[in-house]
């Protein structure tokens, strides 16, 4: 039994996916035909999905500020992590801009997606740009230089010198792997010279003049202790952005293929997660959790994938990661090929016992 979902059909019955339908009380249905309802765009929830998360991002983010002033580093640790949270919030809808699935018409996609862009620390176009990138290689064992979370396959570990197997463990011990990684992706990445010429230096220098004055505007306001707590913020959301990322893709019945085998269709159910972690988290991250269907259908606005996801589970059975198995998922590293599931590291050999062949997680 895997510890995390597959979506919609057990992981190696893959006959749904070759059908793509499900039966309703009606006739046979596409999934992308159940899902098409729900891709449709309301200016209206979009402009109160942002106006309410930047007004809660600036309350936080000025409340935090004013207690770390008042020396009530409780409190302001506390509204610290609700802000990143809002921070995640708006990343999440900055990546519906970058999809042109938030706004009904492109051009105020793009307006919004540049706005918040100085809040989330994202160029807008380098995301958008690094995202498709994303969706065009999910589930594709040849094209794992695309900026993801690097994950070796069973074979390339066997094979690996100890010190890059020394490497990789460090890299994937969420210890590492989510405040390191947080930093990297959103301080770094998204203006590395390779993406910033990819999507225009200039864009991307732009975006970081305005980021520099909204520093210096909090500076002015509250000096080098409310660039902390911003700093601190950015910190808090980054490994909250990583630790969704890192779920999304990486449970054990996920999906890795090569081509020409690799499916395009299965990689979108099956190689992205649906989290269930309560309604809670859902409103805090944007829904952005209901990942699968988004990356089968990513027409959908986050205000409209809880619905959709939990419409659909209703005509199929369809599992779902809680926070038992999400967690649980830290410990798997490595791609089998052979079993079709992600592992963890092989157990090493007791002193004095002979290595065997390596079992594939059950």
Same mark, same amino acid.
């Given at each position: 039994?895997?510890?995390?979902?597959?979506?919609?059909?057990?992981?190696?019955?893959?006959?749904?996916?070759?059908?793509?339908?499900?039966?309703?009380?009606?006739?046979?249905?596409?999934?992308?035909?159940?899902?098409?309802?729900?891709?449709?765009?309301?200016?209206?929830?979009?402009?109160?999905?942002?106006?309410?998360?930047?007004?809660?991002?600036?309350?936080?983010?000025?409340? $935090?500020?004013?207690? +770390?002033?008042? %020396? *009530?580093?409780? =409190?302001? &640790? #506390?509204?610290?992590? @609700?802000?990143?949270?809002?921070?995640?919030?708006?990343?999440?809808?900055?990546?519906?801009?970058?999809?042109?699935?938030?706004?009904?018409?492109?051009?105020?996609?793009?307006?919004?997606?540049?706005?918040?862009?100085?809040?989330?620390?994202?160029?807008?176009?380098?995301?958008?740009?690094?995202?498709?990138?994303?969706?065009?290689?999910?589930?594709?064992?040849?094209?794992?230089?695309?900026?993801?979370?690097?994950?070796?396959?069973?074979?390339?570990?066997?094979?690996?010198?100890?010190?890059?197997?020394?490497?990789?463990?460090?890299?994937?011990?969420?210890?590492?792997?989510?405040?390191?990684?947080?930093?990297?992706?959103?301080?770094?990445?998204?203006?590395?010279?390779?993406?910033?010429?990819?999507?225009?230096?200039?864009?991307?220098?732009?975006?970081? $003049?305005?980021?520099? +004055?909204?520093? %210096? *505007?909090?500076? =002015?306001? &509250? #000096?080098?202790?409310? @660039?902390?707590?911003?700093?601190?913020?950015?910190?808090?959301?980054?490994?909250?952005?990583?630790?969704?990322?890192?779920?999304?893709?990486?449970?054990?019945?996920?999906?890795?293929?090569?081509?020409?085998?690799?499916?395009?269709?299965?990689?979108?159910?099956?190689?992205?997660?649906?989290?269930?972690?309560?309604?809670?988290?859902?409103?805090?991250?944007?829904?952005?959790?209901?990942?699968?269907?988004?990356?089968?259908?990513?027409?959908?606005?986050?205000?409209?994938?809880?619905?959709?996801?939990?419409?659909?589970?209703?005509?199929?059975?369809?599992?779902?990661?809680?926070?038992?198995?999400?967690?649980?998922?830290?410990?798997?590293?490595?791609?089998?090929?052979?079993?079709?599931?992600?592992?963890?590291?092989?157990?090493?050999?007791?002193?004095?016992?002979?290595?065997?062949?390596?079992?594939?997680?059950?």
């Amino acid at each position: 039994m895997g510890i995390g979902p597959v979506a919609w059909q057990p992981a190696r019955d893959v006959s749904f996916f070759a059908r793509d339908r499900f039966r309703d009380s009606g006739p046979m249905t596409t999934v992308r035909e159940f899902t098409r309802p729900y891709c449709q765009r309301s200016n209206a929830r979009a402009v109160r999905s942002c106006l309410a998360t930047l007004a809660f991002y600036f309350l936080t983010l000025w409340a $935090a500020i004013d207690a +770390a002033l008042g %020396g *009530l580093w409780a =409190a302001a &640790a #506390g509204l610290i992590v @609700l802000n990143a949270f809002g921070g995640v919030r708006l990343y999440v809808l900055q990546h519906d801009c970058g999809h042109a699935s938030l706004f009904e018409s492109r051009r105020l996609n793009d307006l919004a997606g540049y706005g918040l862009s100085t809040f989330t620390l994202t160029p807008f176009r380098a995301m958008q740009y690094n995202h498709n990138v994303h969706h065009a290689h999910i589930g594709d064992l040849d094209a794992r230089d695309t900026g993801e979370i690097h994950t070796m396959t069973l074979r390339e570990w066997e094979n690996a010198p100890w010190h890059r197997r020394l490497a990789y463990r460090i890299y994937r011990n969420p210890l590492f792997l989510l405040p390191v990684g947080g930093l990297y992706t959103y301080l770094l990445r998204y203006r590395w010279p390779k993406n910033a010429m990819t999507v225009g230096l200039s864009e991307v220098m732009a975006q970081n $003049a305005v980021l520099m +004055a909204w520093l %210096g *505007l909090i500076w =002015a306001l &509250a #000096g080098v202790t409310g @660039l902390w707590v911003w700093l601190a913020t950015v910190f808090v959301a980054g490994m909250i952005g990583v630790f969704l990322v890192y779920l999304q893709h990486n449970f054990e019945d996920t999906y890795w293929d090569r081509r020409p085998d690799l499916s395009p269709r299965k990689a979108a159910l099956v190689g992205a997660s649906a989290l269930d972690l309560g309604a809670v988290w859902d409103l805090a991250t944007g829904n952005i959790a209901y990942h699968d269907i988004h990356h089968f259908n990513a027409r959908i606005p986050s205000y409209n994938l809880r619905r959709c996801h939990l419409a659909l589970r209703r005509e199929l059975d369809a599992p779902v990661i809680h926070w038992p198995a999400a967690l649980a998922s830290f410990r798997l590293k490595l791609w089998d090929e052979t079993a079709g599931k992600l592992v963890p590291f092989p157990r090493s050999p007791a002193p004095g016992e002979r290595p065997g062949p390596v079992a594939p997680a059950r």
